[in-house]
């Protein structure tokens, strides 16, 4: 159930209180920002696409049910776009089987001997950026950003099982990737490249 | 249940998810299985490491850059949505425009048609006067001319075009401002201004 606070505050972005809209992206821009910044690993795209959302939501926001979640449809628009995206960059590049099949020899090390922070973050994000969109978002939304799987399920707009099911998929290709295991490559019906173990 | 089966219920436990009876099949699995438990605590190391990435430093003055632009937009959303509807009532007042000339037109050709009678009987040649009530009538009220011939004008209450008004405003300030068109002699023409919306330029939005 949406917060009685945040109802007010909506409500009054919809009658067109200036300082109310204001109100509404300070108070989501920073996950918003980061959850772009997860999935995209930009900060200059990290920054379009929140702007892109926030623009939608004011424009669309007329129409929205206030006994909605509101951070739930924003965080959709925003992992939409970040989709969107990926899908377009990697449109018409078949999945190359070696690169999905474990990490660069570089990168082949104990993760109890990377020293610093910054590195662990790096190297993190790299192994994220190998999985196929719609797997990424799940484990990012659950995993990085704390999301339960409800909330998930409303973010990507499936079931509750289909949240489950992408979850512990996308954290075993995690693993596999981050232990340099060679993972096959297949296609799902959404036609992104699915990672089998 | 043997270690295969439960590869995928480790994944899901590491974080809490999976559900009652699933967890307790784990919980007794990984204590008598070494290797499992250690794959357990292998997805949890993950997840911690996951976790790590969910804020961190962003470039100066970005959120502030996300305000300005989305302000901008919602801006130029507002500006366009009272355009739309400038454009909708200048269509209406068109149509209404012309429809009275039409309608002053008849009632000319009427008149002007009666005239001989009226003069025959007033002695008065009035077609002025005529044409001027026959004007005034616009509002719907009905008319009738000295000779008797009725007419109604038409027009449409300015409150009928109001809901043609885009729903989300921003307290539009419908001062006349911007001058866009001033070369018809039927009037001059402002786009609505903005003036409750701050400027991205001048207020940290
Ligand atoms: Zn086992």
């Known amino acids: 159930m949406p917060d009685p606070a945040e109802v007010d505050l909506i409500q009054r972005c919809q009658k067109g209180h200036e300082g109310a809209f204001r109100e509404l992206m300070e108070r989501y821009q920073r996950r918003t920002y980061w959850i772009a910044h997860n999935m995209l690993n930009n900060y200059d795209l990290a920054q379009d696409i929140s702007q892109e959302a926030f623009i939608r939501v004011f424009r669309n926001l007329r129409n929205f049910d206030v006994k909605k979640n509101f951070y739930t449809w924003l965080y959709q628009i925003v992992v939409n776009l970040c989709i969107d995206h990926l899908r377009k960059m990697s449109h018409g590049r078949t999945v190359d089987l070696d690169e999905v099949g474990g990490l660069p020899d570089d990168e082949k090390r104990n993760p109890h001997e990377e020293s610093g922070r910054a590195e662990l973050r790096g190297r993190v994000q790299k192994t994220l950026d190998r999985l196929p969109p719609k797997y990424k978002a799940v484990i990012m939304l659950r995993d990085i950003q704390g999301f339960s799987c409800e909330e998930i399920s409303e973010i990507v707009g499936c079931t509750n099982a289909t949240t489950r099911w992408r979850l512990h998929r996308a954290r075993k290709l995690f693993k596999a990737l981050w232990t340099g295991k060679r993972v096959e490559a297949a296609r799902d019906d959404d036609g992104d490249a699915d990672l089998l173990q | ?205």
């Not at chain 2, 009876?21 to 794959?39: F, G, K, L, N, T």
């Not at chain 2, 919602?74 to 355009?83: A, D, H, L, N, P």
């Not at chain 2, 001058?179 to 402002?190: H, R």
């Open chain 2, 1 to 205: 249940m043997g270690c295969e089966d439960m590869k995928d219920l480790l994944a899901l436990e590491a974080g809490g998810d999976a559900q009652p009876d699933e967890r307790i099949a784990v919980e007794s699995h990984i204590a008598v299985c070494p290797e499992c438990a250690r794959e357990l605590t292998d997805y949890r190391q993950l997840r911690a490491a996951l976790a790590e990435l969910r804020e961190g430093a962003v470039p100066s003055r970005t959120f502030e850059r996300i305000r300005g632009q989305v302000g901008s937009a919602m801006k130029f959303t507002i500006v366009q949505r009272s355009t739309a509807s400038w454009f909708v009532r200048a269509a209406a007042v068109l149509v209404v425009g012309v429809s009275v000339g039409f309608s002053s037109a008849s009632i000319y050709r009427q008149v002007t048609q009666l005239r001989p009678a009226v003069e025959a009987e007033d002695g008065v040649a009035d077609q002025d006067l005529e044409m001027e009530k026959g004007a005034s009538n616009v509002s719907g009220r009905p008319y009738r001319t000295a000779a008797g011939a009725r007419g109604f004008g038409i027009i449409s209450p300015p409150s009928v075009l109001d809901p043609l008004r885009g729903g989300f405003t921003f307290r539009i300030d419908r001062t006349p401002e911007a001058k866009v068109n001033d070369s018809s002699k039927d009037g001059v023409y402002y786009l609505p201004r903005v003036e409750s919306f701050p400027d991205p330029h001048e207020v940290d939005f």
